[in-house]
Structures are given as structure tokens and as C-alpha cells.
């Protein structure tokens, strides 16, 4: 194998399957699909075992009711001590960087249930470690 081969090998993405991971919140932000719709977004990346430092992706367009509500949920599952609701877009872009600085500098850890099937994936944050 060549040096840039081994160099390059960390960087190569890992299927995690589904399960129960011990995790943090890597990354949280408002981003937009190709067509302008705006999409919560948030990596939780998994600190021990055998996929230590791989990334579960969560993503939620924001488009419908349900998808706005499931996104608070899962906010409001990460236990950052706000008070989590939707007004605009604007409001929960500015939400979700309070809510992801909190986690940060309280350096929270969590217990998330990854599972799904062909059609959709679930998340679920069990305790806040």
C-alpha cells in the first residue's frame, strides 16, 4: 500500500450499523437542500468502540409540521437547559447554536439509539451522560 493510500485510509467512510452508541454532538446547523428548503442538521459522532470517531448524520428537512416537530424533539432531547419551540427560521438557526454551544461547552455525552429500515431512520437520544 502506497503512503497516500495509508494517509488516506482513516478518511474513508464507515457504514456504522445500527444500534446504541455512546455519543457526541459534533457539528449542529440550518443548511439547505438543492432547492432552497431548509434542513436541520446535526452529526453525532460516536466516542468508543469499534467505530470510534465514525459520524451518524441526523438531517430533517423543515418543510412540514411533523418534521419541524420531530427536530425540537430531538433538540430538546440533547438536555441543553432552553427552552426549544419554533417560530421562523431565522429563530431556530439562532436556537440551534445556543443549544449546540451549551452541549459543547458542558461537554455532554449521550446514549443514541440508531435503528431503521430500508425506507427511513430513527434516532433517539436515550439519557444524557
Known amino acids: 500500500m502506497s503512503k497516500l493510500c495509508r494517509a488516506l485510509e482513516p478518511m474513508k467512510k464507515r457504514v456504522v450499523p445500527y444500534g446504541f452508541y455512546n455519543v457526541k ?3 449542529m446547523h440550518l443548511k439547505e437542500t438543492k432547492e432552497g428548503d431548509p434542513v436541520f442538521s446535526a452529526w453525532f ?3 468508543e468502540g469499534d467505530f470510534a470517531e465514525s459520524i ?3 438531517e430533517k428537512q423543515l418543510t412540514h409540521g411533523f418534521w419541524i416537530h420531530q427536530a425540537c424533539e430531538l433538540m430538546r432531547s440533547l438536555k ?3 427552552d426549544i419551540c419554533f417560530q421562523d427560521y431565522e429563530q431556530f438557526s439562532t436556537l440551534m447554536n445556543k443549544v449546540f454551544k451549551n452541549i459543547c461547552d458542558s ?3 449521550y446514549l ?3 435503528q431503521g429500515s430500508d425506507e427511513r431512520e430513527e434516532y ?5 451522560c
Not at 124 to 128: D, P, Q
Request: proline content about 4%; glycine content about 4%; hydrophobic content about 40%.
Open 25 to 27: 454532538v459534533d457539528k
Open 45 to 47: 459522532k460516536i466516542i
Open 56 to 58: 451518524i448524520p441526523y
Open 80 to 82: 441543553s437547559g432552553l
Open 107 to 109: 461537554n455532554m455525552e
Open 112 to 114: 443514541l439509539k440508531y
Open 124 to 128: 433517539e437520544v436515550k439519557n444524557a
